[in-house]
Nanobody
Framework: VQLQASGGGLVQAGGSLRLSCAAS????????MGWVRQAPGKEREFVAA?????????YYADSVKGRFTISRDNAKNTMYLQMNSLKPEDTAVYFC????????????????WGQGTQVTVSS
C-alpha cells in the first residue's frame, strides 16, 4: 500500500484548504483511513478517520470537530480532508494513514503511512 498526501500550503487564519490522499491499493474501499498531524516539537496527533466501505462512519478529534470534514471517493482511490476556519494551531505536517483492521484514534495502530504535506496557518 502506498499513500501520497497533497494539498498543503500557506493560508491565513480563517481560510480553507483541502488535502488529498491518493492510495495505490487494489481495493481502496477495504481500508480504514485516517489523517494524523505533527506540529514542530510535538507528538503525532490524531485528526480524523473514516471507516472502510462506501458510507463509512467518521470520527474527529475534538480540536477539529465542526471545522474539518473527512471523506473518501473509493472510485478514485482517494481520501480528502476539507479544512475550514483554519487556526494557527492547525499548523503541522499532515499525514494520511491506512489500515485494514484498525479504525480509531491511536496513531500507532495504522499500518500504512504517506509522506506528509505541510499546512501553515498564519495569524
Amino acid at each position: 500500500v502506498q499513500l501520497q498526501a497533497s494539498g498543503g500550503g500557506l493560508v491565513q487564519a480563517g481560510g480553507s484548504l483541502r488535502l488529498s490522499c491518493a492510495a495505490s491499493v487494489r481495493t481502496f474501499s477495504d481500508y480504514n483511513m485516517g489523517w494524523v498531524r505533527q506540529a514542530p516539537g510535538k507528538e503525532r496527533e490524531f485528526v480524523a478517520a473514516i471507516r472502510w466501505g462506501w458510507g463509512g462512519a467518521t470520527y474527529y478529534a475534538d480540536s477539529v470537530k465542526g471545522r474539518f470534514t473527512i471523506s473518501r471517493d473509493n472510485a478514485k482511490n482517494t481520501m480528502y480532508l476539507q479544512m475550514n476556519s483554519l487556526k494557527p494551531e492547525d499548523t503541522a505536517v499532515y499525514f494520511c494513514a491506512a489500515d485494514e483492521r484498525y479504525f480509531g484514534t491511536s496513531t500507532g495502530e495504522y499500518d500504512y503511512w504517506g509522506q506528509g504535506t505541510q499546512v501553515t496557518v498564519s495569524s
